[in-house]
């Protein structure tokens, strides 16, 4: 069977207790990872489980689990935990394998099982076809003997021990006193380990999205609703609003205003800083096709370049590796500093932006803008089957656009890694053609996804 029967972009994700997201899949993952991971010497092998709030958390979890002990493997469960800290804690415990069960920003009734290699590191493409190869064969293969089953231990100071790690990153000689910080941790994994971070280094916290209760993470609240966050910066007359997705690797800021900004303005206001200190590799910074135009700008006026991947913070991860560079995200606000860690981090990025802003004694508001960003016009067109981008009329829709904006501005039409969806994203500096080039590419989506 084809790779991609259960892994899709990220890890397997789908509504909770339907295909692919059961327990029987879960239990499945368990055994077919915990086979390949084991292979390698007599010695114990060991897989380490956080997961963020959800309520279906505690079906997938047994089912990995009793996957996991089923082939020899020994478990540590650190509950509640950031998607970043799983990765962390994968390669600081010396594990084999790191799972991670959360579907991000997505809603409670969704869940999903990532998986991170023992450097800390998505799993690539390849591992996840081995996985899957052996998911499709029988249960009873490759099963331990009874007096070598797998042993499960609770962690309980995962946590702090991340709180530590995300201090350390923050400039030794700053503080965050005198500091007003909204944070929303999304009623999502980070509930706990966010303020705590920021309380101890002196910031004054108002948290919010802190009490999750199974159903209400990523509720009108965290990164996919920042409104919540920006109503609590004008409330509390904060300094500054962070807002952390479910799973804690992305975030969004506000200034004191209550404006909000995106990834793209994160990564000109750290890239900026960086370079200015002698502290960016790679001479630029690498983003995805979806960053706005007036980054790439921004980033070229002050002697920085911007290379960009496919949509996907693995392809970002991949080609920072490559090119040796240590900053890199996507406009979602998933932001990737290699030198501190092997993922997003949105709790890590949101301390470089404070330690910019303790420094500077600016306003947020004069930090948050590095650029005006080039009008970009998306939309998301469904589709019931078929592959509506392979037809003549839709590659001649896009050929016809770009021949409108004409090295003005740039179009990405793309399929959704997760949904039945197709993408259409263009930008450039005049708006009105923008719209009209995304209408037309639209209309031809439409006429061939019948």
Known sequence: MSHRNYFGTDG??????????????????????????????DRRHLVVIGKDTRLSGYMIEPALVAGFTSVGMDVRLFGPLPTPAVAMMTRSM???????????????????????????????????????????????????????????????????????????????????????????????????????????????????????NGFNINEECGSTHPKAMAKAVRDYRADIGIALDGDADRLLIADERGEVVDGDQ???????????????????VVATVMSNLGLERFLTANGMHLERTKVGD?????????????????????????DVSTTGDGLI???????VLSQSNKPMSALARQF?????????????????????????????????????GRIVVRASGTEPLIRIMAEGDDER?????????????EAAAG
């Not at 991170?116 to 003997?145: H, N, V, W």
């Not at 309980?156 to 021990?161: F, G, N, T």
């Not at 990025?349 to 330690?355: E, F, I, Y």
Request: proline share 4%; charged share 25%.
């Open 94 to 212: 010396r594990a084999d394998l790191g799972v991670m069960i959360s579907a991000s920003h997505n809603s409670f009734s969704d869940n999903g099982i990532k998986l991170f290699g023992p450097d800390g590191y998505k799993l690539s493409d390849q591992r996840e076809a081995e996985i899957e190869a052996f998911m499709e064969e029988g249960l009873q293969e490759g099963l331990a003997e009874p007096r070598d089953l797998g042993r499960v231990v609770r962690i309980d100071d995962a946590q702090a021990r991340y709180v530590e790690i995300v201090k350390a990153t923050f400039p030794r000689q700053l503080n965050l006193n005198g500091l007003r910080v909204v944070i929303d941790c999304a009623n999502g994994a980070a509930y706990k380990v966010a303020p705590t971070a920021l309380y101890e280094l002196g910031a004054e916290v108002i948290e919010i999205g802190v009490t999750p």
């Open 314 to 338: 693995r392809y970002v991860m991949e080609r920072m590796r490559e090119g040796g560079f240590n900053l890199g995200g996507e406009q979602s606000g998933h932001i990737i500093m290699s």
């Open 372 to 408: 005006e960003p080039a009008p970009q016009i998306l939309k998301n067109v469904r589709f019931a089957g078929g592959k509506p981008l392979d037809t003549k009329q839709v590659k001649a829709a896009i050929a016809e656009a770009e021949a409108r904006l004409n090295g003005t």
């Open 433 to 445: 053609m923008v719209k009209e080039v995304v209408k037309a590419i639209a209309t031809a989506v």
């Open 349 to 355: 990025s949101a301390l470089q932006v404070l330690a």
């Open 266 to 284: 994160i990564m000109a206001l750290i890239a900026k800083s960086w370079n200015e200190a002698g502290k960016l590799k790679g001479g630029g």
């Open 12 to 41: 397997i994700r789908g509504r909770a207790n339907s295909f692919p997201m059961t327990a029987e899949i879960a239990l499945r993952a368990g055994l077919a990872a915990g086979k390949l991971f084991r292979s390698g010497g």
